[in-house]
């Protein structure tokens, strides 16, 4: 068997709630974020991961530790597995951004690899510093590898480990807060497959800055 990444999105937020574009803002999970995440951690440990990786936001940390008590691993913390930098979205919600920002914030929605909030990160390099982070800690003695990350990082990091073009990387589905996608090798082709895609539970709403939505999401 080849090995394993499962990519974990952090619990939820009230900027989640609020559609809030959070990026390298660092905001704390709320009593949901904390609930989704033990009830997560507990799966996640019959994966048998050996490495748990983390971005060192806070909401994400906080999720990495519920795994962390469980499997008594330490959590390695890289700042390359951050959120995207929105520039001057973070903070606002989708409505003021397309108010304020419409056709920049639209055309970024739709995968354009522009700055983010016109000052922010483009997803290129999202994608690189994040994906860099993830090679540095997979050496050979790793078989399943726990990275916690931000819905918007995870989807560079699905985009550019499988190798698909930019603009189909919008065609990837979010990651519902606590929720995860895992990536494997040593299959029938070379390089990586995406073998389970927002798992962990029932569907969820997706929260946050890559829902797209103007307001808030319903179910």
Known sequence: MGQRIILWRHGQT???????????SDILLNEEGLAQAR???PLLRNLQPN??????????????????DLIELDISIDSR?????????????????????????VSWLDGDD???????????????RAVKAILDGLDNSIQTLIVVTH???ARC??????????HQWSALGGLSNASWSILENGHHRDGWILVEHNAGSLPEPIYGEESGEIGRAHV
């Open 14 to 24: 009230d900027w989640n709630l609020q559609n809030r574009f959070q990026g390298h």
């Open 39 to 41: 009830r997560a951690a």
């Open 51 to 68: 490495r748990i990786l983390s971005s060192d936001l806070t909401r994400a940390v906080q999720t990495a530790q519920t795994l962390a």
């Open 81 to 105: 597995l951050r959120e995207t930098n929105g520039g001057k979205w973070e903070g606002r919600t989708g409505a003021e951004n397309r108010e304020s920002d419409f056709h920049r914030f």
């Open 114 to 128: 522009q700055p983010a909030g016109e000052i922010g990160e483009r997803r290129s390099e999202v994608a690189d």
């Open 151 to 153: 819905g918007g990082a």
């Open 157 to 166: 990091i699905l985009g550019k480990m499988l190798d698909l073009p930019m």
